[in-house]
């Protein structure tokens, strides 16, 4: 049975698209066989991330409507075994989207993935609506700053009431805390929330924080997701958090300012 | 001009209910005189026009068996405000009010326990809930809003236990009880409750206690954050709740009307 993971945020620009491709990437590594859907039906991204832009014939929304079938649709990632991609359309809006077409899709996916990730769009209209509703998790990025943290909540409410699990009164979607663009110094500062303030408020466990590096801005110009950039602190960061996905324990790395300088000085943060 | 669908165009949905406390004038009948309550009403009004103008009434039927609600309906009418519905009357009166398109409100069952007479009257200024920018006309208007009071029946009420975490958009009313947060309400959210709010985590949202007007209900919590609080009405809002009062374990009450808040 395959799980099917959603990323979301509420709040737009956190980094949702680079957290699916990084994900995605990771899970594939280590040999699960994965699927990344982006449900920003207009404003397609995930395939210049995933560096497949070029490749995407047909799309999400042809396999909804019947006028292409999966295999058509699918992408094979080149750089990783067991990575697909799934495309979102971009001449189409969300309403393209109906929820007996995207619940065909996952569930013919689901025969053949072991992992399903759900980008989705920002926003909780009806296209984050879509992307969410099937989820088994959910890891909901969010910026240390109060905009983002208030929305990751309002999300958080939502998955506990309007996604499937939810209606059917199975269990709730497993929810965790991903903390992107995370800035120790900024943290000491005081000019950013810090890790235990985010988290005191958002109450949900902590999957992984991701700091703030030129590495993710590069990758996502090369369409080269982050994971795949071992040397870079935003690299290992989810590499670490794939593993804790899996249920690895893992100490979190990158909180400190101490801890960072060696690395810092090394690869440039 | 109407569109003829033919090829069916679906509205996922286009309305829905949704609960929400308002503040209602109910017109309390304590002479069953039709003329005497006609002036009355004329000259209370002429105190504050605009602030009765269109503005909904509930009638009253509990003191009279015989109140000719039809006249008293028309009398409201006449002050230009708009009668929408009766409230504690008995079935006759109530099919009365469907007749003459009068919606019934449902009798306010015992929220405290220490009232034993069936109806006691008081011109106290209290509300059956609370609407923001209702407040200001109420101070300005001497109105004859009255308690909803209690009927006889004691029943224990039932508590509200919410286990996770209020989320940022989110609304919890505890109906008729009181209402237990064990984790923190998020800014943005709201929780509700006739009786007492405890709140074990922080409170960031609006919380609201005594919505029906219990003035003695209360709301404890460990971290006060709030966007506004509120009892029976009488509210603070993030910038008149003092800085130092903010930390650890507090509880709001209302003493003599004056909103206060202790640490505990």
Known sequence: ?269 | MVLKSKNKVQVERAFEFKGRMLTLTVLNVIENDLAAIDQQLGEKIAQAPEFFRNSSIVIDANVFDSIDLKQIANIVRDHHMVPVGIIGGNLNQEQLAADIGLGVFPKIKAVSSDKSDIKTKNNNESEAGLTNNSDEKQQTAESTQEQLVPAVEITKSPTMLIKQPVRSGQQIYAKGGDLVVMSSVGAGAEVLADGHIHIYGSLRGRALAGVQGDTQARIFCNNLDAELISIAGQYKISDDIPADAKNGLVQIYLDNEQMKIQEL
């Open chain 1, 1 to 269: 049975m395959a799980k099917i993971i959603v990323i979301t945020s509420g709040k737009g620009g956190v980094g949702k698209t680079t957290t699916s491709a990084a994900i995605s990437t990771g899970l594939a590594k280590r040999g699960y066989k994965t699927v990344v859907i982006d449900f920003d039906v207009g404003l397609r991204n995930l395939d210049l991330i995933m560096g497949c832009e070029r490749r995407v014939v047909y799309d999400f929304v042809n396999v909804i409507k019947e006028e292409a079938n999966l295999n058509q649709a699918l992408i094979k990632d080149k750089r990783v075994d067991n990575l697909y991609i799934l495309p979102a359309s971009q001449t189409r809006d969300k309403d393209a989207l109906d929820i007996e077409g995207v619940q065909r899709v996952i569930d013919d996916l689901a025969k053949d993935f072991a992992y399903i990730i759900c980008d989705s769009p920002a926003g909780i209209e009806k296209g984050a609506m879509m992307a969410m509703y099937f989820a088994d998790e959910a890891i909901v990025v969010t910026n240390p700053e109060v905009s983002s943290v208030r929305d990751s909540d309002r999300v958080l409410g939502i998955l506990a009431s309007k996604t499937k699990r939810a209606e059917d009164n199975q269990d709730p979607v497993k929810e965790s805390l991903l903390l992107t663009r995370y800035s120790p110094e900024r943290v000491e500062q005081g000019e950013m929330l810090s890790v235990d303030d985010v988290k005191e408020i958002l109450a949900i466990p902590l999957l992984g924080v991701i700091p703030e590096s030129q590495s993710v801005l590069q990758a996502s110009n090369s369409g080269q997701p982050v994971i795949l950039d071992e040397e870079s602190d935003a690299g290992k960061a989810y590499e670490d958090a794939v593993g804790r996905l899996l249920g690895d324990e893992i100490p979190h790395r990158f909180l400190e300012v101490e801890k960072k300088g060696f690395f810092g000085r090394l690869f440039g943060g």
